[in-house]
């Protein structure tokens, strides 16, 4: 039961700052941010990524620099994504499943360099395709069951290396289970699995394509047929129902705010850590409109955030992440 007006007046809540204090619902903090990092083969320390300003591939050796600044900041994990070269592209996926890859070498190298440092690895093969797909095509469609296979090589190499969890952004089905298990096999049963079970197809991925060099390749088609359907709100339920059973230890909802309806969704029917991936996009729609005046970009990345944590988010992938915390601080 709430009071009526006039003997309940909300606005005495909000009277002033200390009390808007106590009262707020939701907190946000640098340890709620994921910094993820774009990484690239070649020697040069970093190159701005055209459609997002501001962020970089960076070589291994900037990453590390990029890195201890990013913990500085009370920002704990990261989550890694290769800019590979036209010619390692290939159908099978060869050069994703190899050890010693990229993202190996990354991982294993930051491991060594950087204390205590959280490191997530995407699992998909979008970056490695020489059609921009997330996995092997066979007559002109991705094969879920010849890519699960090669999701499964791909974790297994990056747990050897040392990340602590390996997130499947596929939307392949089965691919839960099947990488718990070969974890498991070989002894890596506290790798943790974030699961993207919640990744829509959507438009908002066009910057990310940029940065990393997948969107020539992938051109005109998309990921309709294995990412879900922005109609659909039932069917990211049974996803994550399905993920958990197949043992996932969290979950990713992606996009982040237009699709808090379904954060919201998850968090209310289901125990698990749920995190919200700001897309690109996202930031680049936050970021130009600021370059041109219409938006102050920190509100701005700080009030879109804010809501994700809100809806339920435990975490929030930003790019914004660098800036969050340095606001926050
Ligand atoms: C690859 C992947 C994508 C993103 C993260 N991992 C792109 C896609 O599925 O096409 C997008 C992230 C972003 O836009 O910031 N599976």
Same mark, same amino acid.
Not at 133 to 161: R, Y
Not at 231 to 244: F, H, M, T
């Given at each position: 039961m709430f009071g009526k007006y006039p003997l309940s007046r909300l606005r005495r809540n909000r009277k002033n700052s200390w009390i808007r204090d106590i009262v707020a619902e939701t907190n946000l903090s640098s340890g709620?941010?994921?910094?993820?990092?774009?990484?690239?083969?070649?020697?040069?320390?970093?190159?701005?990524?055209?459609?997002?300003?501001?962020?970089?591939?960076?070589?291994?050796?900037?990453?590390?620099?990029?890195?201890?600044?990013?913990?500085? %900041?009370?920002?704990?994990?990261?989550?890694?994504?290769?800019? !590979? *070269?036209?010619?390692? +592209?290939?159908?099978? /996926?060869?050069? @994703?499943?190899?050890?010693?890859?990229?993202?190996?070498?990354?991982?294993?190298?930051?491991?060594?360099?950087?204390?205590?440092?959280?490191?997530?690895?995407?699992?998909?093969?979008?970056?490695?395709t020489s059609h921009g797909h997330d996995g092997i095509m066979i007559n002109g469609k991705i094969d879920n069951d010849e890519t699960v296979k090669q999701l499964q090589k791909q974790a297994l190499i990056f747990a050897k290396a040392g990340a602590d969890m390996v997130a499947p952004s596929d939307m392949m089905d089965g691919r839960v289970k099947a990488i718990?298990?070969? %974890?498991?096999?070989?002894?890596?049963?506290?790798?943790?699995? !974030? *699961?993207?079970?919640? +990744?829509?197809?959507? /438009?908002?991925? @066009?910057?990310?394509?940029?940065?990393?060099?997948?969107?020539?390749?992938?051109?005109?088609?998309?990921?309709?047929?294995?990412?879900?359907?922005?109609?659909?709100?039932?069917?990211?339920?049974?996803?994550?129902?399905?993920?958990?059973?197949?043992?996932?230890?969290?979950?990713?909802?992606k996009p982040g705010l237009p699709y808090l309806d379904i954060v919201k969704g998850i968090t209310t029917n289901f125990n698990i850590p749920t995190l919200v991936y700001q897309v690109s996009g996202e930031f680049s729609m936050i970021k130009a409109a600021a370059q041109r005046g219409w938006i102050q970009e920190d509100k701005a990345f700080y009030e879109s955030v804010l809501a994700c944590k809100r809806a339920g988010a435990s975490a929030i992938l930003t790019y914004y992440a660098k800036e969050l915390a340095e606001l926050l601080n």
């Amino acid at each position: 039961m709430f009071g009526k007006y006039p003997l309940s007046r909300l606005r005495r809540n909000r009277k002033n700052s200390w009390i808007r204090d106590i009262v707020a619902e939701t907190n946000l903090s640098s340890g709620d941010l994921i910094y993820p990092i774009f990484i690239h083969g070649g020697t040069e320390e970093k190159i701005e990524i055209s459609s997002m300003p501001g962020v970089f591939r960076f070589s291994i050796k900037a990453a590390l620099e990029e890195l201890k600044h990013v913990q500085s %900041l009370g920002i704990r994990a990261i989550n890694i994504f290769p800019v !590979i *070269s036209q010619e390692l +592209k290939s159908n099978d /996926c060869a050069e @994703g499943v190899r050890e010693g890859n990229l993202v190996y070498t990354a991982i294993a190298t930051i491991k060594d360099k950087i204390n205590d440092i959280g490191i997530i690895t995407d699992l998909a093969f979008d970056p490695y395709t020489s059609h921009g797909h997330d996995g092997i095509m066979i007559n002109g469609k991705i094969d879920n069951d010849e890519t699960v296979k090669q999701l499964q090589k791909q974790a297994l190499i990056f747990a050897k290396a040392g990340a602590d969890m390996v997130a499947p952004s596929d939307m392949m089905d089965g691919r839960v289970k099947a990488i718990r298990e070969i %974890l498991d096999a070989n002894n890596y049963k506290d790798v943790g699995i !974030i *699961s993207y079970s919640a +990744k829509y197809a959507s /438009c908002f991925y @066009g910057p990310f394509r940029d940065a990393v060099g997948s969107k020539t390749n992938i051109g005109n088609s998309d990921k309709s047929t294995y990412q879900m359907d922005f109609r659909n709100s039932n069917e990211a339920y049974r996803e994550v129902s399905q993920d958990i059973e197949e043992g996932s230890d969290m979950i990713i909802v992606k996009p982040g705010l237009p699709y808090l309806d379904i954060v919201k969704g998850i968090t209310t029917n289901f125990n698990i850590p749920t995190l919200v991936y700001q897309v690109s996009g996202e930031f680049s729609m936050i970021k130009a409109a600021a370059q041109r005046g219409w938006i102050q970009e920190d509100k701005a990345f700080y009030e879109s955030v804010l809501a994700c944590k809100r809806a339920g988010a435990s975490a929030i992938l930003t790019y914004y992440a660098k800036e969050l915390a340095e606001l926050l601080n």
